[in-house]
């Protein structure tokens, strides 16, 4: 009989498996995906459930930088926004507000760095991005 891995160590496989799938999604052919796909990889790979309460805090709040995330998409993203350097109009986040959106692995991640990047000055945990993305599934037209 084999003896049962260390808590850690099943931690950090569940972790691992959880990278994998994200990546899998990220990195495969067929490339679409739904909101709730990437939140459960999101969520895996965080080792914990989102908490859209404190994925709406971090959507709204400053984090030492010039930008929140609500500085483009507005504080509570169910409609169009404008970017606050460019101008540019960015269409409705939340996905109830656009199909559309987070339906591509691929492209949820080169957002996700981007706009973390601006906001924090680096990329955003698993655990950041699972809690805006449960916030922003929980939100409704």
């Not at 990889?41 to 030492?64: E, L, M, N, W």
């Not at 930008?67 to 996905?95: M, N």
């Amino acid at each position: 009989m084999t003896p049962p891995r260390p808590p850690c160590l099943q931690r950090a496989r569940a972790v691992c498996l959880a990278l994998l799938s994200v990546a899998a999604l990220a990195g495969g052919s067929a490339q679409a995906a739904t909101p709730a796909d990437l939140l459960a990889g999101y969520s895996a790979a965080a080792g914990a459930p989102a908490v859209a309460a404190r994925g709406q805090a971090f959507f709204t709040t400053k984090h030492g930088r010039e930008w929140s995330c609500a500085s483009c998409h507005g504080a509570t993203p169910l409609r169009a926004g404008r970017h606050a350097g460019t101008g540019k109009a960015i269409e409705a986040l939340a996905p109830a507000a656009n199909p559309k959106r987070f339906t591509d692995a691929a492209t949820t991640e080169k957002w996700f760095r981007r706009n973390c990047n601006d906001v924090l000055g680096r990329e955003c945990s698993a655990s950041e991005k699972a809690d805006v993305l449960g916030w922003l599934q929980s939100l409704r037209p």
